[in-house]
């Protein structure tokens, strides 16, 4: 069964490449682009990863990170954190919210599907 | 009277006296009859004359002892007085009297060695004068030439000293008054916390780090703003000791850094648009580019919508970066104020402004350490977010605790209720600190400490705030003194082996139960050849938490001097202990301190032997059930042959921040334990009697090995 990506992002020109690549590598991707909107998408049919970038509008990476790991339910869903911050006390706040992974930006494409592939086993 | 008055009267009293009884006789011969008529008139002849002779002999002689003795003493007595009074370098010469030549030589003599001691006394009085005024000149030069505002003030805030510069930064026209309060023109808080800190880090709240003279070193960084608000300062304080090594006052010296804060806030933008804010741009080209070279393949309309990507993201990463080189260039740089702060005395902060502002109790619990941050704002963060948390959950009472970790030291706040959501978190961070200086924000504290803020779940049924901050950055001095070797196990096991406690107490989970974790320093080891304590002290475990600020902590005077050898290594001196109580002072309110709690020592059989030694004499008996690390180490680990505290803290992953003094030994032995208590239960090990036997039946072992 193909494996189902979102990617929750709010800047149009990476969000070209994220969808490319990640259609490119065989899944099947969907888009959300604020806070709000990821966590409709999730209910509405659960993904397999979530490429969820920390700095979006309307509720926050984190905050959906939370609320996704608060229901257990979706304890399944991979969550890999984006962000355009590199500080090490966020990438440990991420991993505390129950994160799966995290990816500073600027990041290789080649790096980010070997990531995705690995933790889609 | 004077000599020369008793003099006279004296012989004129003489006189009189022959007059009277010549009077006497001529009567009373007179008196018995007319037949001896003539016999009566010769005696009354001859006695009138022997009389007048012995009168004219007394006069004679008054008169030569007024001359030579009674006129010149009392001249040689004013003399003495004017020279004493006025000049003391006036000759003394008593004319015509040489039979006082001696007394006049003595008194000319004393009178040279006065006006000697005189002249002494006005040449070191002046050369005193002299210094202290070219002192005081020099002191008002370097002042006048500081580039910072001074000023010093007593322990009640009032100005004593100040110099010009501190008037032109505070916006003063004129004086600002001696004696008055610092508070009218500076804004109170950032002062009571430096001073609150100060004297905790110099003992007040921590005795554990005995016998350093750190007041002179010890400054604390401060900002602070002008009683109205409009200009804010950066300085240091320092407290001013007197000879007891008490605080009487502080001077602070400070800047206005109104201009560079700004400048400051320009910088951290510019530095986090040129690196964080190009990351965006960098990444979409980025990922454009490389789609293009990894799939050439692809169809022309895609194509050109990542072309444009790649086309629109370089020109504006070249316009950014012009913009930003051009800001650079006008940038004055400068630095948040930070320091290293010892957790305990930041934490001691928080719990000690809630409870007495807010009547919220907190309780500090685990181990102490150094990290590096600005203590005052952080302070007010915690106090913040621990409103906010009670308001949110309804939690009343609150643990907080430093963590260290990797590089870094974890300050948690943990209380019973649910977790605080990220979302929820985010907006408190948009709030004003009330007592900062400035319109200072939650967020800001957190973006100058380069930190972020979460929480999540803590243990069953608890949350937890976790605020990470950066470890002091090298080792400070407290823990800086040089590691000595552990004393030798001590083999005199009996106090221990026969304690058996099959009662109530026993049958309870370790778990439960209230611990006193405590440690003593001595003069040496042999406690029956005269070795005494010098400090005592013990931390409360309960429920799992070390009570960080329910300590007892006591030098002790141990009644004899300290010898070199173990003065090396817990570092108390002779002048440390004096006027200090003695054990038998001490040891009842250790007793009163542990009350029914079960006692714990690393090597407990030798602090113990000391203490059993003083009950006698102290009047109490501890009779409470003890447990000792070092036996359940030897229980958990009997491969390891090494059970020393420093060791087992390895082991068991303990920071060791305050080794061989008594408060910090026990710290660290209280950390040991609890972890000690998991891996115990894991063995099977969970009620108090089985620990007991557990570590009695590495006693019996280790007196039989000892015998061999």
Known sequence: MTKNVLVVEDEPNIILSLEFLVKEAGYKVRVARDGEEALRAVAEDRPDVILLDVMIPKRDGYDVCQTIRANPAWKDLRIIMLTARGRAAEREKGLALGADDYITKPFSTRELTQRLKQILG | ?708
């Open chain 2, 1 to 708: 009277m004077t000599p020369r008055a008793l003099i006279s009267l004296t012989f004129a009293g003489l006189m009189v006296a022959v007059v009277a009884v010549a009077g006497w006789l001529a009567w009373s011969i007179g008196a018995d009859g007319a037949p001896r008529q003539a016999v009566h008139e010769t005696a009354l002849l001859y006695g009138s004359g022997a009389a007048l002779a012995v009168i004219a002999l007394l006069g004679g002689a008054w008169a030569v002892l007024d001359r030579r003795l009674a006129a010149p003493l009392r001249m040689l007595a004013r003399d003495i007085e004017t020279a004493a009074r006025v000049n003391a370098e006036r000759e003394i010469a008593l004319a015509g009297s040489d039979h006082l030549a001696e007394l006049t030589t003595a008194v000319a003599a004393m009178m040279h060695e006065l006006a000697d001691a005189r002249r002494r006394a006005a040449d070191t009085v002046a050369e005193a004068s002299r210094r202290a005024e070219s002192e005081k000149g020099q002191l008002e030069t370097i002042l006048r030439d500081l580039h910072e505002g001074v000023i010093v003030c007593n322990l009640n805030h009032q100005v004593l000293l100040y110099n010009r510069r501190a008037l032109e930064l505070l916006h003063m026209t004129g004086e600002m008054g001696l004696g008055r309060s610092l508070f009218t023109v500076m804004n109170r808080q950032p002062f009571l916390h430096a001073v609150e800190i100060l004297t905790d880090r110099l003992g007040g709240g921590q005795p554990a780090e005995p016998g350093d003279d750190r007041m002179a070193d010890a400054t604390q960084p401060f900002m602070a703003t002008t009683a109205d608000g409009r200009t804010t300062f950066e300085g240091r304080m320092r407290l001013i000791p007197d000879a007891d090594s008490k605080a009487t006052g502080y001077v602070i010296t400070f800047e206005d850094n109104s201009r560079r804060l700004a400048a400051l806030g320009r910088r951290d933008h510019l530095l986090s648009e040129a690196t964080e804010g190009l990351r965006q741009r960098v990444s979409s080209l980025a990922a454009a580019a490389e789609t293009l070279e990894a799939f050439p393949a692809m169809a022309v309309g895609e194509r050109q919508a990542f072309e444009k990507v790649v086309f629109d993201e370089t020109r504006h990463l070249s316009q950014r970066l012009d913009a930003l080189a051009a800001e650079y260039r006008e940038l004055v740089t400068g630095s948040w104020p930070t320091a290293d702060v010892y957790s305990a005395n930041l934490l001691n902060g928080v719990v000690r402004r809630l409870r007495d502002d807010k009547g919220i109790p907190v309780v500090m619990t685990g181990l102490p350490c150094w990290l590096h941050g600005d203590s005052y704002t952080l302070v007010e963060l915690l106090d913040h977010l621990i409103e906010k948390v009670r308001e949110e959950t309804g939690a009343g009472e609150f643990d907080i605790e430093a963590v260290p970790g990797d590089n870094r030291v974890y300050l948690d706040i943990i209380w019973k209720g649910p977790v605080i959501p990220a979302g929820e978190l985010a907006a408190w961070l948009g709030a004003t600190l009330t007592g900062a200086w400035g319109a200072l924000t939650a967020r800001d504290v957190l973006e100058h400490h380069k930190t972020e803020l979460w929480s999540q779940a803590h243990r069953e049924g608890y949350a937890r705030l976790r605020l990470p901050l950066p470890a002091a950055a090298e080792a400070v001095p407290e823990s800086g003194r040089r590691r000595l070797p552990s004393r030798p196990e001590f083999y005199d096991f009996d106090l221990l082996r026969y304690q058996k406690y099959s009662g109530a107490l026993g049958r309870r989970s370790l778990k439960s139960l209230s611990f006193v974790i405590f440690d003593t320093e001595t003069t040496g080891l042999k406690p029956s050849e005269g070795d005494e304590i010098v400090a005592l002290a013990g931390v409360r475990v309960i429920n799992g938490r070390i009570l960080t600020g329910e300590s007892f902590s006591h030098l002790v005077h141990p009644g004899r001097n300290i010898p070199e050898k173990s003065r090396r290594i817990h570092g108390i001196t002779d002048e440390m202990v004096a006027g200090k109580p003695s054990i038998r002072e001490v040891l009842p309110a250790f007793k009163r301190f542990v009350g029914n709690s079960v006692l714990v020592a690393h090597n407990a059989a030798f602090d113990l032997k000391f203490l059993k030694l003083k009950e006698a004499a102290a009047g109490v008996v501890l009779d409470n059930p003890v447990l000792d690390t070092l036996l359940l180490s030897a229980y958990l680990h009997d491969h390891q042959t090494m059970h020393t505290l420093e060791a087992i803290a390895k082991r068991f992953g303990v920071d060791i921040e305050a080794r061989h003094t008594a408060l910090g030994d026990s710290l660290v032995t209280a950390a040991v334990f609890l972890r000690m208590i998991e891996v115990l239960e894991a063995r099977g090990i969970a009620t108090l009697d089985q620990a007991l036997a557990a570590a009695n039946s590495m006693a019996e072992i280790r007196v039989r090995q000892a015998e061999f």
